[in-house]
Structure formats: C-alpha cells, structure tokens
T-cell receptor, first 118, second 109 residues
C-alpha cells in the first residue's frame, strides 16, 4: 500500500510553454501533498504544501504565478510550470502524507518528473 | 534557524561497515528520517527515530540522540547496490520535512 505515482516521468518542452505534472496517491486519500524540486547533487527543496480543497502554501522565494498548484481531490495534486524557461529544468518530486501512518505522518514519494526546457 | 549537516561524500569497501552522521538544529522536532536516493530516482524511506536510541532493521540501523541533536545511519555488510545518496531529514512542529544535503556513498569492490 501507500503508492504515489507521478506523470509524466520525463518531459521535454520548448521555452515559453506550460507543463503540467500530476501526482496521485493510488491507494489512499492524501489531504496533504508536497511538491519538491531537486537540482543535480543537491537536496530536495520544498516548493509548496498542497492541501485538498484550499490554496497551496508556497515556500519563500517560490513564485505562485509561476508554479501553479491544484489539489482538487484527495488523490490528485497537479503542478503546472507556466511559461517554462531553461532555468526551470529540474527534477520535480511530489510526496503525499499518509493519513494513518502512525506516529510520524510519513510521506510517501512519487517517482519524480524530469523536466527539460529547451 | 534550521540547519542539518551531514558529510558530502563517503567511500567504503564492499562487505564493510559505514556510519553516516547527521547533526541538526530545528525549530520543533517530530522525529528524524533517513532516506536512500539513487541517482535520478525519488527518495525511499529507510528509517524513522523519534526517541533516543538505536533502531535496527536488517543491515541498516539508525541512532538518535535528541539532547545532542545527532543521528547516524549505520550500514553493515555493504553491497555495491548500497551506492547512493543518503538523506537525513527532520520533521518540524508543522510536520514538514527539513532536508539535509545528502551524503553520497561510494562503495568500492
């Protein structure tokens, strides 16, 4: 149990286009999902916390209008990178907090999406 | 402020034992996690400690000392497939994960 999927796994797009990344919890309902960005050889950087039915909470320095997050259902959160530029190229990872993971509210990670903007 | 420190890189020999240390200073503490991450893949959960002491799980063990803000991950009987980055992360009072930069572990035959 506790599987999180992401789609697509890889995407290459032209500069100026928008890209949508989906994160799904397959066998549990996740009221909270997280979006991370990871640069090569760097740790994960939390971009935003996505709460079902409410606006996402963005971390300092993350542009809300650039990275649109929608958590419309208990099993789906989407991240849209709008007007993508080469500097947005990165590895984007989502995670979902399992509601009954015991004492530590474990986060389960999706496999990640490699975005390359040409 | 919040800060997590772990070595950038370590090298060990196949079959040996290696200890990866992590020190932390965070606002609020709801436990410490260790994750393994292979290149190009998402992190996978290894261990969780919230009380002081040693948690053993097969070849991997994790230790926590809350008073010292210190943890380590111990890997025994190293295998080549253990070559990966090992991420230390603490969970703060809002149940968010604060990540260390990761330790790249290189296993040599």
């Amino acid at each position: 149990g506790a599987v999180v999927s992401q789609h697509p796994s890889r995407v290459i797009c032209k500069s100026g286009t928008s890209v949508k990344i989906e994160c799904r919890s397959l066998d549990f309902q996740a009221t909270t999902m997280f979006w991370y960005r990871q640069f090569p050889k760097k740790s994960l950087m939390l971009m935003a916390t996505s709460n079902e039915g409410s606006k996402a909470t963005y971390e300092q320095g993350v542009e809300k209008d650039k990275f649109l997050i929608n958590h419309a259902s208990l099993t789906l959160s989407t991240l849209t990178v709008t007007s993508a530029h080469p500097e947005d190229s990165s590895f984007y990872i989502c995670s979902a907090r399992h509601p009954t993971s015991g004492d530590y509210n474990e986060q389960f990670f999706g496999p990640g999406t490699r975005l390359t903007v040409l | 402020g919040q800060n997590i420190d772990q070595p950038t890189e370590m090298t060990a020999t196949e079959g040996a034992i290696v200890q990866i240390n992590c020190t932390y200073q965070t606002s609020g503490f709801n436990g410490l996690f260790w994750y393994q991450q292979h290149a190009g893949e998402a992190p996978t959960f290894l261990s969780y400690n919230v009380l002081d002491g040693l948690e053993e799980k097969g070849r991997f063990s994790s230790f926590l000392s809350r008073s010292k803000g210190y943890s380590y991950l111990l890997l025994k009987e190293l295998q080549m497939k253990d070559s990966a980055s090992y991420l230390c992360a603490t969970m703060d009072s809002n149940y968010q994960l604060i990540w260390g930069a990761g330790t790249k572990l290189i296993i040599k035959p």
